[in-house]
């Protein structure tokens, strides 16, 4: 890493060499630059369509280069080229990507679809714990003849029993007879249905309703939201997180945007090496409360026009929602989503962007998958005519086609009276969650996570950190410490074994006008062996175990978007950093406690 092969040694406590000197790392990226120079020559284009700004043409670029800064951060410098003019992105050489681009056909990135081969997805699995076989109950020998025997059962049994129930076999259930509707009814029952629905938040009463049976049908079928809490969307490129919770303030389900900013701005070089640049990072991450992105209050419209002691409840795939925000004149609508069957994911999803419009997107692994309609990056986003005509495709009609993985938000405005008014600037943004084992460090594990990254002039942006199961690992037997070894022994040995392993993936959940939301922002093959490079020997990151990695880059645009070479530190475990080699600056991400904002304060 550092100016010759002495420092480097200095600076990384190596068992091999794995990189090349800064001479050799110089000709390539006059080799390669030459070359790219001749080819965008060649074809007429010049430097500014490959960057997206569409300014210059061929004869101008044959006769005056032109140069196209990307964002730019005056506060912070590099140590290599410079990553804020455009051109410089073809004199940093590329490494192979071919693993990284097959995406719509991995398999891990299909978590256990439950979807069929037809259009309309099956009922869907529940793995609650009712579905676990129950205790055999012995019927009694004599009952009376017009009744059935279950209903000589304790009740505090039947009680039991209907706690295996989900909600909508409570309510059938409720339809036999007045003493199982009874039990049915109970409010405990509903209470259990509802606090499920609310991790790390343990509501105490079902205000503003009388009772929790009241508070559950309110929301119905909306609970999804709180359970799964995190949402990103496809909006533009950028994209965008929300966190979902419940108010019990106001009985209401909200959603909020994820926003981070940067404490301190700035870089300084390191003194192990005058060549690189470390970027300062210290985020703030806080949700922006003063403009709600989603919320389902109690007194929904939908909930007056179907009445709560209606018998039969109408299912609506689009909710209006009323949101008190008077700086923003969108009219907003809430929409459930269909999903996408195993045979209209394969004929849509593509490898290269943007995915044949699927989302989310290939690299993140997901449940569920719809066709989305982004906009700025879809064609036909903003027509009116072309989001209602493809309506049909991806609006459920009944519940059983409703995904609970994915949801729509509608927006427009409106000029004049609302039945006499002009509808225009219509939106539709999709958004969808994770599997929250993607997001849950574990001993094996311990960078798995939702973190958040420093990306200079494009400010914050936020990552999944996904590390993807080893071959056999399912079938591992839990590590165990040997007789008459130490505990150091034991962590070192659990070290190498279990943690320094397999593949480590760093996905956009929001983007830059360079790299979007829903791809790669850097990949590390291997944390073992095979990409070990050594250990850090000077400060601030002595200590650190550092390992290969490819990083993404790409003109404005996400055009001609290719891997470099790069380094991962890790730091701890709730810390990493990235030295972008050929940039010459290292940036760091850290991870974000998502549960620290589920509880409305």
């Not at 005056?64 to 990553?83: I, L």
């Not at 519940?399 to 008014?421: C, H, K, N, V, Y």
């Amino acid at each position: 890493m550092a100016g010759a092969d002495g420092a480097r040694g200095r600076v990384w406590r190596t068992r091999s060499a794995t990189t090349a000197s800064s001479s050799e790392a110089s000709a390539r990226v006059i080799d390669d630059a030459a070359q790219h120079d001749g080819e965008a020559s060649g074809s007429g284009s010049g430097s500014g369509s490959g960057s997206g700004s569409g300014s210059g043409s061929g004869s101008e670029s044959d006769s005056k280069p032109t140069v196209t800064v990307n964002v730019h951060n005056p506060a912070v410098s590099y140590g290599g080229v410079n990553p804020e003019i455009e051109e410089n992105i073809y004199a940093v050489k590329s490494v192979p990507d071919d693993d990284l681009r097959r995406d719509a056909t991995d398999r891990r990135k299909m978590l256990g679809s439950d979807l069929d081969d037809d259009e309309v997805p099956a009922k869907r699995r529940n793995t609650a714990p009712r579905h676990r076989e129950p205790s055999p109950v012995r019927a009694p020998s004599v009952s009376h003849p017009d009744t059935s025997p279950f209903l000589d059962l304790p009740s505090e049994l039947i009680d039991s029993i209907f706690s295996w129930l989900t909600p909508l076999e409570l309510a059938t259930v409720s339809q036999v007879c007045r003493v199982l509707r009874n039990h049915a009814n109970f409010d405990s029952q509903w209470k259990q249905h509802v606090l499920s629905n609310l991790p790390e938040h343990r509501i105490t009463s079902p205000y503003p309703c009388k009772t929790w049976r009241e508070l559950y049908i309110s929301h119905d079928p909306y609970w999804f939201l709180t359970k799964h809490k995190l949402w990103f969307c496809d909006r533009e490129l950028t994209g965008q997180v929300i966190i979902v919770r419940y108010d019990e303030r106001r009985g209401c389900i909200e959603g909020y945007q994820l926003l981070a900013t940067r404490n301190r701005e700035g870089s300084e070089p390191w003194l192990a090496d005058q060549d690189v640049h470390i970027h300062y990072f210290e985020p703030t991450v806080k949700l922006h409360m003063d403009k709600p992105v989603l919320q389902l209050n109690v007194d929904s419209l939908e909930n007056i026009a179907r009445g709560r002691s209606a018998p039969f409840r109408h299912f609506f795939s689009e909710q209006p929602m009323r949101i008190n925000n008077g700086s923003d004149p969108r009219i907003s609508n809430f929409l459930l989503a269909k999903p996408l069957s195993k045979a209209a994911l394969a004929g849509r999803m593509a490898n290269e962007f943007p995915h044949g419009y699927v989302w989310p997107s290939p690299a993140i692994p997901a449940r569920h998958r719809v066709t989305g309609q982004p906009a700025g990056v879809h064609p036909l986003a903003t027509s009116v005519n072309y989001t209602r005509s493809t309506a049909a495709m991806w609006q459920p009609r009944t519940r059983s086609e409703a995904s609970d993985q994915i949801f729509r938000i509608r927006q427009w405005m409106e000029m004049g009276p609302p039945t006499l008014g002009v509808h225009f600037a219509e939106e539709v943004v999709t958004y969808s969650t994770l599997d929250p084992v993607l997001y849950t460090p574990t001993a094996e594990k311990p960078w798995r996570g939702i973190w958040v990254g420093d990306y200079s002039g494009h400010g914050c942006e936020f990552l999944l950190i996904n590390q993807l199961e080893v071959d056999g690992e399912e079938d591992e037997k839990p590590l165990t410490r040997l007789e008459g070894e130490t505990e150091s022994a034991f962590e070192e040995r659990f070290l190498s074994e279990r943690v320094h392993r397999g593949r480590l993936e760093a996905i956009k959940l929001t983007g830059d006008a360079n790299v979007p939301r829903g791809e790669y922002t850097f990949v590390a093959d291997d944390l073992g062996e095979d990409g070990f490079i050594g250990i850090a020997q000077e400060p601030p990151f002595q200590g650190a175990r550092v390992v290969k990695s490819k990083g993404h880059i790409a003109h404005l645009g996400f055009i001609n978007d290719k891997y470099i070479e790069s380094q991962l530190l890790l730091l701890s475990y709730n810390r990493l950093a990235q030295y972008w080699i050929g940039f010459g600056h290292i940036s760091f991400f850290e991870r974000v406690d998502i549960d620290q904002f589920l509880v409305p304060k």
